[in-house]
Nanobody, 123 residues
Framework: QVHLVESGGGLVQAGGSLRLSCVVS????????MGWFRRAPEQEREFVAA????????YTKDSVKGRFTISRDNAKNTVYLQMNSLKPEDTAVYYC????????????????WGQGTQVTVSS
């Protein structure tokens, strides 16, 4: 059983930065491609970024490209989302997700999810 726990969310002013972490336990992180998703109030969950099993490939949503960076440290069983130049529209609950055999932006392909961490960006 894979267990994912996000942390690092909080309240930040527009233009600020946060780094989210997702610690994976129960299985070796390198067995999974990882993704970050978010859900804003009254919105559908949406893709933010994904990273391949080894970390060689990443894929980022256009609206956050250049501001958000996904990375992973398989030795620490941790995936990160560095978020810079935050905007009020980035306010959402952020979730990390794991998939054994899929790397991409479709949330239905991820089988394991964390509980989420709240990010609030004030204007």
């Amino acid at each position: 059983q894979v267990h994912l726990v996000e942390s690092g969310g909080g309240l930040v002013q527009a233009g600020g930065s946060l780094r989210l972490s997702c610690v994976v336990s129960g299985r070796t992180l390198s067995s999974y491609a990882m993704g970050w998703f978010r859900r804003a109030p009254e919105q559908e969950r949406e893709f933010v970024a994904a990273i391949s099993w080894s970390g060689e490939s990443t894929y980022t949503k256009d609206s956050v490209k250049g501001r958000f960076t996904i990375s992973r440290d398989n030795a620490k069983n941790t995936v990160y989302l560095q978020m810079n130049s935050l905007k009020p529209e980035d306010t959402a609950v952020y979730y990390c997700a794991a998939s054994r055999n899929y790397y991409g932006d479709r949330d239905g392909q991820y089988g394991y999810w964390g509980q989420g961490t709240q990010v609030t960006v004030s204007s």
